[in-house]
């Protein structure tokens, strides 16, 4: 138990000092402003580089992602029906259900979803 604790101990401190001494090497001390514009084929950028977006299409896109994932699990629960009763495997399908129409309704009903606004 003692030489696990050790050789963690010892891991630990060498990455510790690896990690400090990349951050220490890395770093630029002569900050250019030329270097630090936008480049766009040697000319001047015609707009600025930093477009906003629209804050409701990113909302979107994340209640898209966490439906996406939802649905990836439950996907292989048709893969587990064979090897667990037929009561446990309902259960635990309504139960991603639920919560996927849980978050569905409360985005709906804060407004998330009427792209109109």
Known sequence: MLMIFTLGMILISITIVIMCLASLLSKKSIIDR???TPFEC???PKSSSRLPFSLR???IAVIFLIFDVEIAL???LILLLPFTSLF???Y???FF???LLIGLYHEWNQGALNWAN
């Open 34 to 36: 030329e270097k630090s």
């Open 42 to 44: 040697g000319f001047d």
């Open 57 to 59: 299409f990113f909302l």
């Open 74 to 76: 439950l996907l292989p």
């Open 88 to 90: 446990t495997w309902f």
């Open 92 to 94: 635990v399908g309504v």
């Open 97 to 99: 259900l639920v919560i």
